[in-house]
């Protein structure tokens, strides 16, 4: 679980990138044909990516980010 945790922080530009330009235009469709629940999944889903990009950046990158993650919880 650990390993994958590690991966999962390293890597977020790499899959929240495709991720929010796969949900941004299926919250675009569903808003059009108003279906307003699934449109606001959607785009929830991509301001998850979306802060999970800046929080990345903001941590410095792949490993500062992974131990800025295991500090938070280790103190909490």
Not at 12 to 20: D, E, G, L, T, Y
């Amino acid at each position: 679980m650990v390993e994958f945790t590690i991966f999962f922080l390293r890597y977020i530009p790499f899959w929240c990138v495709p991720a929010i330009l796969i949900c941004m235009p299926f919250a675009y469709v569903f808003w059009l044909k108003d279906v307003r629940i699934l449109s606001y999944v959607f785009t929830m889903a991509s301001g998850v990516a979306f802060f999970l990009i800046v929080f990345w950046i903001w941590a410095g990158g792949p490993d500062r980010a992974v131990e800025f993650f295991f500090e938070a919880v280790s103190n909490y």
